[in-house]
């Protein structure tokens, strides 16, 4: 009895101590897994979850915004309190360079400090926090200013972020999983990438020879051992620019692989994604550099699930004026999230979301101001297109950002003075619809089938693929 009583006490101060330290584990969150089947999440008691929540940043911050340099705990405690009076359960925060890592070989101290403060008020609140790998939000040290995808430096340094910052937080329920980078993207010509063309050449066709024999050039055509990077236009199946795009995923694939890598030998439970720019999908490419060459179905292997961004631009700058561009950019939603979804992992939409409540201040002020209703209507069209396909939605911006340069501007759930949007009410109402829902894959009519060797050497033929999808996708309704 006296050893009972003795436990119950030290059980006590420790749960004191928890309380009052920000950092400690407390929390009651289970942890959260890829579910039966595995296109779905579950946490650990067997509850379906559908991760519906925010990208996490405070306006009055500047541009790009300072979440840890300018770290608020009691401000972010009372974000934190609204957002689960919103229905949010999953928030994304960007790790920066200039918070926590600095030095290539450790962390900072400051900046998990912080971290361990954010985890705490997230731990009370119920919310799962979601961080990306590290990014310039807030200033890059020289070692990482160069080719951050493809530079030996940079990936022996991310390794070593990884690593260390899995291990400090293994077993923490109420990390959702780790994003390796916000909307990576292959460089096209750097020293890195010309040198490990170079070798991929050597690696793939082993002289001058066969190279121009595969590229149907004439062999002194070929620069062996300095051949720089193909012409940058619009080629279908061009031999020499399908090499390259294809050497492109290949530089994607070992950064993937090697960060992955890292946070499973440091915590093997942990969940791992990549927060893919909807370019990482070639339904739309303004030009064949724009290729993100993040492709989803070689990526999938190393991630434990898949994230990809989307706005709607398939008619440029989508500003609500025209009636026809909500399904053409709906179409175009659908065409990206169903490829990603084909690698049969859960789907998030870690980004979307578009403006409303006022005008945009941007690109000179041209695009007309729109309503808080017609940005409510374009977000949820966009969970309901996609529901099914993806199982979890991030809206991007839980405050509108004045200082923002881009549709950041006026994205959020709520006004930069705190005032609920009309899209607040709208999320709300669709994440009470998708708590605790068992979503059911997506039962989509018949769709064309999207070339992708083809799309990655000719914009033209994503543009084409594009109107035959937006066909397929008026006739289902």
């Not at 720019?277 to 991630?303: C, G, H, K, M, T």
Request: charged share 25%; with cysteine.
């Amino acid at each position: 009895m006296i050893l009972t009583v003795l436990a119950v006490a030290a059980w006590l101060t420790i749960c004191d101590r928890c309380a009052a330290e920000p950092g400690v584990l407390r929390s009651p969150l289970p942890k959260v897994r890829i579910g039966l089947g595995g296109r779905t999440f579950a946490t650990e008691d067997g509850k379906p979850f559908a991760p519906m929540g925010v990208n996490y940043y405070r306006p009055g911050t500047g541009w790009a915004p300072k979440l840890w340099k300018q770290f608020d705990a009691e401000a972010t405690r009372k974000d934190f309190a609204r957002m689960k009076q919103l229905g949010v359960n999953c928030v994304r925060v960007f790790l920066t360079y200039g918070s926590f890592f600095m030095e290539s070989d450790s962390l900072q101290p400051e900046g998990l400090a912080k971290f361990d403060q954010l985890l705490g008020i997230a731990e009370d609140a119920g919310i799962y926090i979601h961080p990306t790998g590290p990014d310039h939000w807030e200033g890059l040290p020289p070692w990482a200013g160069r080719d951050r995808i493809a530079d030996q430096r940079v990936l022996e340094a991310l390794d070593n972020f990884w690593k260390l910052f899995a291990q400090r937080y293994r077993g923490r329920n109420v990390l959702f999983a780790y994003d390796l980078l916000n909307e990576p993207q292959v460089a096209w010509d750097t020293p890195a990438m010309r040198a490990k063309w170079n070798r991929w050449l050597e690696t793939r066709y082993g002289s001058a020879e066969k190279t121009a024999q595969a590229w149907r050039v004439k062999p002194d055509a070929i620069r062996w051992g300095n051949q720089p990077p193909p012409a940058a236009k619009d080629s279908p199946n061009d031999p020499q620019l399908l090499d390259y795009q294809h050497f492109r995923e290949a530089i994607a694939d070992e950064w993937t692989r090697r960060q992955a890598a890292a946070i499973k030998a440091a915590d093997p439970q942990a969940l791992v994604t990549v927060g893919m720019i909807q370019w990482s999908v070639p339904a739309l490419l303004p030009n064949v550099r724009q290729y993100a060459a993040f492709r989803p179905e070689r990526q999938a292997q190393w991630l434990d699930f898949m994230e990809v961004h989307f706005y709607p631009l398939a008619a440029g700058f989508y500003d609500y004026t025209r009636p026809e561009d909500e399904d053409r950019n709906l179409a175009y939603l659908e065409s990206v999230v169903r490829e990603v979804a084909a690698t049969g992992k859960p789907v998030v939409v870690a980004e979307f979301g578009w403006y409303g409540g006022g005008k945009l201040t941007i690109n000179r002020g041209v695009h007309p101001a729109a309503s808080e209703d017609q940005q409510a209507r374009w977000c949820r069209r966009a969970v309901e297109t996609t529901e099914g396909l993806a199982t979890g939605w991030l809206n991007w911006g839980f405050y509108d950002h004045p200082e923002a340069r881009d549709v950041s501007q006026l994205t959020g759930l709520l006004t930069v003075d705190g005032k609920p949007k009309a899209w607040a009410r709208e999320f709300h109402s669709l994440a009470r619809s998708l708590a605790g829902k068992r979503i059911a894959p997506a039962k989509l009519g018949p769709r064309p089938t999207l070339d992708w060797d083809r799309a990655i050497t000719s914009p033209k033929a994503s543009q084409q693929f594009r109107e035959e999808y937006l066909r397929a996708f008026k006739a289902q309704r």
